[in-house]
């Protein structure tokens, strides 16, 4: 048995350690560390619930929209109101297709990509167009240098790196211009939002401010480039890198159970509704089903919390203290995790304690389940474009993650415009109320789940006295990097790591693989 730690884990999101054990060239356990204290839970009482959402934004500096969004409506149940104005509908939609559109380029490029493109073999291609010589020739300078920078501390030796140098020089480029088209994405909502990130343009009841014909304008045009660059760049690099690398569709399959709460309101304002409607899977069986926020349930038998704490509550009788924080394991000699070893609490559904992964995997599934002809379309032309075709079952896996953020950032990116083109004609028949008054007097509890480009996201609220009494949000993180429960049952990370294939435990290139799948 070889121990296998890789702290920190790069190109992700947070802060996070994985622990394996390798066996026979497989993992055979693992462990996923969160290294980094939240408590937001904790400094949010005995505030303003009307100001409650520019703290909750916070919680996440790489995703802080859908936290915004979440926050809102979580005080807006709490206080009795059902639904948002209809343009007020539309405007967060824009906003949170802006937040789509930079996060899924930026995971797919700068996050993810180079798991599997490989930077100095683009030195061995033979461009013959102007831009791809001078992008050979920058990385040219900067290999000759011995200064990588972002290219440093990776494993181009690997022998599991497979496309040819042209394509490596080709991706290479496009990690350059994706840069420039997530700022296109970020220009639009600072346009709508007053700033990016961190907004400020929501507030309990709707929004602050009405966009005028230009800012429209100006946003339409920001993200008509977005859908440019992911219909004629992203999907076709998918496409091209995907018929090298089909044997990620043989591991990675996690727990088989994918739950999203859904993101991107219809006119209806139904989350069964939404353009990725809310929706569980279970068992591995491609059926869908309802879900409830009510049935979330948090463990800390192997978090850095009294055991108490968590012991199957609902969130909002969790909390985030008290802590027992235990020291983990040096990174070098034989030792494993053993009791408690994250920070992140064991989130789980149902009576059965389900752990669930979340997700583009899980929204992609489930809107191809209950039917959305768009992502049907895509979900089959992928699968047809990887001989995969009528086979949705080779998605439960990490090709299947990757494949599911592309396909969610294109039709993210199809309806950006549409709403915006609704929100036009909105302004034109005069509907043009983006904001309900609300009363904060009377007590009242309040819930949102509202998915985050990382997957599932929920904030719940109490409000008492005017004052926020408790507060509780479960991000993606929680969800797919949960610890073992208090059970001993492992989370989806944990779990999909087992079974990986690893050709050198020195250069654990599968494991950041699998990881990064999940956008951590």
Known sequence: MTKVVIDPITRIEGHLRI???????KVTDAWNTATMFRGFEIFMKNRDPKGIWQFAQRICGVCPTPHAFNSVRAVETAVGMDKMPDSARLIRNMMEATQLGYDHILWFYQLNGFDYVNVPNALNANPTTPGLKAVQAQVKAIVDSGQLGPFANMYWDHPGYMLPPDLDLEITAHYLQALEIQQRACDAGAMLGGRYPMINNYVPGGVTQMPGIEEIEYYKSQMADVKAFIDTVMVPD???IAPYYLDLATFGKGVGNFLTWGVLDEKSQDPYDRLFPRGGIFDGKLELQKVDLNDVRQYTKYSWFEDAVGAGKHPLDVGQEPIKFTKMPAIDGEALPEGKYDWTQAVRYGKEDRPMEVGPLAQV???????????????NDTL???????????????????AARVIKAKVNSDNALRWADELLDNIGKGETNIYNELDFSKDGTGQSGWDAPRG??????????????????????????????????????EEALVGTPVADPTKPLEILRTVHTFDP
């Open 238 to 240: 998918l496409l091209a």
């Open 19 to 25: 622990t394996c054990t390798v066996e026979n060239g």
């Open 365 to 379: 599934l489930v809107a191809y389940l209950a039917g959305r002809p768009e992502v049907k379309k895509l979900v």
């Open 384 to 402: 047809a474009a990887v001989g995969q075709a009528g086979n949705p079952t080779v998605l439960l896996s990490n090709l299947g993650r990757i």
């Open 456 to 493: 599932a996201l929920a904030h719940y609220t109490k409000i008492k006295g005017s004052k926020i009494d408790t507060y509780a949000a479960v991000p993606p993180s929680n969800w797919n990097l949960s610890p073992r429960d208090d059970k001993g049952v492992r989370g989806p990370v």
